[in-house]
């Protein structure tokens, strides 16, 4: 394997994975960073889950790294017999039971609004485009949730770490 060592680049070695090479940093190093935001509202009364229009989207330089996901927005549930559900998506399927119940909900009364979020560490194994969306539902299919029913920024922060 050809390695060059540049004091100002780190270590630059082939990648199998991808044509060209790529600058190999240290574990746990952030290699980029990704923002997406919305200032738009949802709401649904569906107990199927609707997308919230926050996503974002990140190619990986390197099919071993990790991506931290770090989300923040509202949730509102008008009644106290449905909770407002949140769920994390990647490139349009839900990971969020794979995850280990990587969700966010209110519930309880209704007329409430929080700030929540879902945060989690993915491992793609790719280099390719990953996009990673919030999506929302209501518990049952009876009162109405709202996702950035305030209208304020919502926003996911994608995250490549080297492993």
Do not use: H, W
């Not at 071993?64 to 769920?87: D, N, P, W």
């Amino acid at each position: 394997m050809t390695m060059i060592l540049d004091g100002t680049a780190g270590i630059t070695y082939p990648v199998a994975t991808a044509t060209g090479s790529a600058t190999q940093a240290s574990a746990g190093r952030v290699l980029q960073v990704v923002q997406g935001t919305t200032s738009s509202t949802t709401s649904t009364t569906s107990s199927t889950a609707v997308t919230s229009g926050l996503t974002a989207t990140i190619t990986p330089s390197v099919n071993t790294s990790k991506i931290l996901i770090v989300s923040c927005y509202s949730l509102y549930s008008t009644v106290s017999t449905t909770k407002a559900v949140s769920f994390l998506y990647k490139n349009g399927s839900n990971i969020s039971t794979a995850a280990g119940g990587a969700y966010a909900y209110i519930g309880a009364s209704g007329g409430v609004q929080v700030t929540t979020g879902i945060q989690l560490v993915d491992s793609p194994a790719t280099t390719s485009a990953t996009t990673y969306a919030i999506f929302v539902s209501s518990s049952a299919n009876a009162g109405s949730i709202s996702f950035n029913p305030d209208t304020q920024n919502a926003y996911i922060i994608l995250m490549e770490i080297a492993a």
